[in-house]
T-cell receptor, first 113, second 117 residues
Framework: DTGVSQNPRHKITKRGQNVTFRCDPI?????LYWYRQTLGQGPEFLTY????????KSRLLSDRFSAERPKGSFSTLEIQRTEQGDSAMYLC???????????FGPGTRLTVT | AQTVTQSQPEMSVQEAETVTLSCTYD???????LFWYKQPPSRQMILVIR??????QNATENRFSVNFQKAAKSFSLKISDSQLGDAAMYFC??????????????FGEGTQLTVNP
């Protein structure tokens, strides 16, 4: 399967713990995006990379959130000191350097108890 | 800031019938792209159809077509000959053209489509 992959698919953590998610984009795609989707809502943009450079961050990305894309390949999204409000589906997408389609991964569902 | 509004939280259609999902958006930009994405239950989001704002012709992809009204900032999706596999959450999305913020997608709240056999 050459699509976007995300790991883990599900994560349950206790409030205050740190969590890290991984996204592997489609191999030739130089752009990578993170979105957050809460139940019954549309995805909301968090951040985006072009190659290894993080070019844009949403105001939703508080200082507890950090994302990296070393060497312009896979990306990680870390949430420190998780809160119950962080419970959501975290979606990763990738694309070529074009205005067209973003290809989405299956998401990581985070539950903070 | 750009906003996308889907005023129909839920829609239903009989198999083989036609259904139209509504979407309106707000932007001050003249160049942008509009998309409809489909998210089946517990499955990943896939692109259904896209429309470039500079094109007057409405996009069509097999049974899916759009009615793009730029002046009215309206972008509806028509599904013809509905199939059971069309049941999903449908999201309308906007993307401006150019600049570093030209890459983010802004999504609507979604419309849950049920297809009845």
């Amino acid at each position: 399967d050459t699509g976007v992959s995300q790991n883990p698919r599900h994560k349950i953590t206790k409030r205050g713990q740190n969590v890290t998610f991984r996204c592997d984009p489609i191999s030739e795609h130089n752009r990578l995006y993170w979105y957050r989707q809460t139940l019954g809502q549309g995805p909301e943009f968090l951040t985006y990379f072009q190659n290894e450079a993080q070019l844009e961050k949403s105001r939703l990305l508080s200082d507890r959130f950090s994302a990296e894309r070393p060497k312009g390949s896979f990306s990680t999204l870390e949430i420190q000191r998780t809160e119950q409000g962080d419970s959501a589906m975290y979606l990763c997408a990738s694309s070529l350097n074009s205005p067209y389609e973003q290809y989405f991964g299956p998401g990581t569902r985070l539950t903070v108890t | 800031a750009q906003t996308v509004t889907q005023s129909q939280p839920e829609m239903s259609v009989q198999e083989a019938e036609t259904v139209t999902l509504s979407c309106t958006y707000d932007t001050s930009e003249s160049d942008y792209y509009l998309f409809w994405y489909k998210q089946p239950p517990s499955r990943q989001m896939i692109l259904v159809i896209r429309q470039e704002a500079y094109k007057q012709q409405n996009a069509t992809e097999n049974r899916f077509s759009v009615n793009f009204q730029k002046a009215a900032k309206s972008f509806s999706l028509k599904i013809s000959d509905s199939q059971l596999g069309d049941a999903a959450m449908y999201f309308c999305a906007y993307r401006r053209d150019g600049g570093t913020s030209g890459s983010r997608l802004t999504f609507g709240e979604g419309t849950q489509l049920t297809v009845n056999p």
